[in-house]
């Protein structure tokens, strides 16, 4: 089994990296579905839930829901060939936040590896303005507190320990360029 992470900002690019790794066969685990899920259980923002979570049940817990997750999978079946991996066991993990995230994902997956994707504020701020999802605000001083809120997780130190860097600033096109080589050559 092949795993890969990707970390970055709120609307670095995360998305785009996931939509390329599934255009490759991959199968994409994404960090927030598991905040957003247990946000609409309780009837509570994401932002609140992702905070409270990792206080009631360690900084580990989105982590290793996803762990949980790709091990559970009945996409992780092996193929006949031990020497082959087939595409049902390959997976990405999105939104990495924490370096103790990566610590889980070291631990369980050999050669785990970590792209980020980087984007300037003011790039971010206008892509969360016009995406507008449940966790996304069109306020300025929002989205300072979000990012804040990110750094607190240790995102910053993820950042700058990773295997790839990214920077999305550029076409579409070009960062699918870019991520398509990068997964390529882990796999």
């Given amino acids: 089994m092949k795993v890969i992470g990707v970390t970055g900002m709120p609307g670095s690019g995360k998305s785009i990296v996931s939509r390329t790794a599934e255009s490759l066969g991959m199968k994409v685990v994404r960090m927030g579905d598991v905040i957003r899920d247990e946000a609409h259980k309780q009837n509570k923002t994401p932002g609140k839930v992702a905070v409270q979570l990792r206080k009631e049940y360690g900084k580990y817990v989105v982590a290793e829901r996803c762990v949980d997750i790709i091990k559970n999978s009945d996409e992780t079946s092996h193929t006949n060939d031990k020497s082959q991996l087939n595409k049902s066991q390959l997976f990405l993990i999105e939104g990495i936040r924490s370096p103790w995230e990566v610590e889980i994902f070291k631990n369980n997956f050999p050669?785990?590896?970590?792209?980020?994707?980087?984007?300037?504020p003011e790039t971010r701020f206008l892509r969360l303005k016009k995406r507008m999802r449940s966790d996304d605000s069109a306020e300025s001083e929002e989205f300072r507190k979000r990012d804040q809120r990110e750094l607190k997780f240790g995102i910053g130190e993820v950042i700058a320990n990773v295997d790839y860097m990214v920077v999305n600033e550029g076409s579409l096109g070009k960062l699918?360029?870019?991520?398509?080589?990068?997964?390529?050559?882990?796999?």
């Fill in 176 to 187: 699918k360029k870019i991520v398509r080589g990068i997964i390529k050559d882990e796999l």
């Fill in 111 to 120: 050669y785990f590896k970590v792209i980020a994707v980087h984007s300037k």
